[in-house]
Every structure is written in C-alpha cells, then in structure tokens.
C-alpha cells in the first residue's frame, strides 16, 4: 500500500507562489492517479488539480486555480508537485494528496482511496 506525505505548506504573502510536494513510499508510484485537495475552515473539501499516471501525465484543474497553477510528477522520484502562483488569501486551507490505483480517478474525492495527512496553507493579504 501507497502512503502519503505532502509538504511545502506554511504561511505566505498575497501574490507569492507557493510548491507543495507529495511523496509516495511502499510502492511505485507510476501507476497511481494523484489529485490535490483542498479544504478551508467551514467547507468541503474541494479538487485543485490532478494527474494521471504515467510518463507525462494528462492533468487537468479547478477554476480557481487554472492558469496560476501547474502539476506535475516525477515517478523516478516517486512525488508529484502542485505549484500555485498568484496565491490569494482564498487560497487558504489544508491540502491534502490523493491517490488511486487507475488512470484517473477525477475531481470527485469519493473517488479516491489513499490520502496524505494533509499541510496547511495560509496566505495573508
């Protein structure tokens, strides 16, 4: 089994850009689809970005965050790496990666069943 460790969070200035990193241990990543969440105080946790597994993975992202936002994978490495510029204070929350072991699991977190621990991040106007 698949285990999650994201880091890169912490506290940010409006406008700073920001790289998170989720690292996979127990077994190759490269065959798992990866998405990032997000949940702010109050909310459901919601899709930001994901990945499909591969070498050069389809990828696609929520609209509040395309276009400021890339994510990318280095199965070498076993981590994928969401990198969010532009931050605003809305961007406030916990991030967490997601995994499962099929091409692309979506935006839908139901859909996904190996969860890091989450980090928090906190952007400051």
């Known amino acids: 089994q698949v285990q999650l460790v994201e880091s890169g969070g912490g506290l940010v200035q409006a406008g700073d850009s920001l790289r998170l990193s989720c690292a996979a241990s127990g077994r190759a990543f490269s065959n798992y689809g990866v998405g990032w969440f997000r949940q702010a105080p109050g909310k459901g946790r919601e899709f930001v970005a994901g990945?499909?597994?591969?070498?050069?993975?389809?990828?696609g992202y929520a609209d509040s965050v395309k276009g400021r936002s890339t994510i990318s994978r280095d199965n070498a490495k076993n981590t994928v790496t969401l990198q969010i510029d532009g931050l605003r204070p809305d961007d406030t929350a916990v991030y967490y990666c997601?995994?499962?072991?099929?091409?692309?699991?979506?935006?839908?977190?139901?859909?996904?069943?190996?969860w890091g621990q989450g980090i928090q991040v906190t952007v400051s106007s």
């Open positions: 990945i499909s597994w591969g070498i050069g993975g389809s990828t």
């Open positions: 997601a995994a499962r072991q099929i091409h692309w699991p979506g935006d839908n977190p139901i859909r996904y069943d190996i």
